[in-house]
């Protein structure tokens, strides 16, 4: 079991930036794979991004060039940097984390991650 906690939301102007983390404890993060998704109100969660353990990584098309995610195993984290903030990337921002094998590719759906955070609530102002 691994326990996954998200921080680093807030209010943002348009153009901003903002670094979410994903602190894992419980077991280590380096057995997992991790994805960031993220559900505004009214609409259903959506993907934004994963990195598999050995970091291959995967991005929604609308957030291509904009966000970076990154993992540090040994801070038991993972990030998801997100720049040139829009007022549709307002949103409850969500990392969730799945047992991986190294050489799995990035996974898309949230049905295949077994373990998620709490969420952090980020708003971009136009």
């Known amino acids: 079991q691994v326990r996954l906690v998200e921080s680093g939301g807030g209010l943002v102007q348009a153009g901003g930036s903002l670094r979410l983390s994903c602190a894992a404890s419980?077991?280590?993060?380096?057995?997992?794979?991790v994805g960031w998704f993220r559900q505004a109100p009214g609409q259903e969660r959506e993907f934004v991004s994963a990195?598999?353990?050995?970091?291959?990584?995967a991005y929604a098309d609308s957030m291509k060039g904009r966000f970076a995610v990154s993992r540090d195993n040994t801070k038991n984290t993972a990030y998801l940097q997100m720049n040139s903030l829009k007022p549709e990337d307002t949103a409850f921002y969500y990392c969730?984390?799945?047992?991986?094998?190294?050489?799995?590719?990035?996974?898309?759906?949230?049905?295949?991650?077994?373990?998620w955070g709490q969420g952090t609530q980020v708003t971009v102002s136009s």
């Open positions: 969730a984390a799945r047992r991986a094998i190294v050489t799995e590719s990035p996974q898309t759906q949230a049905g295949s991650y077994a373990y």
């Open positions: 419980g077991r280590t993060l380096r057995e997992f794979a």
């Open positions: 990195i598999t353990r050995n970091g291959n990584t």
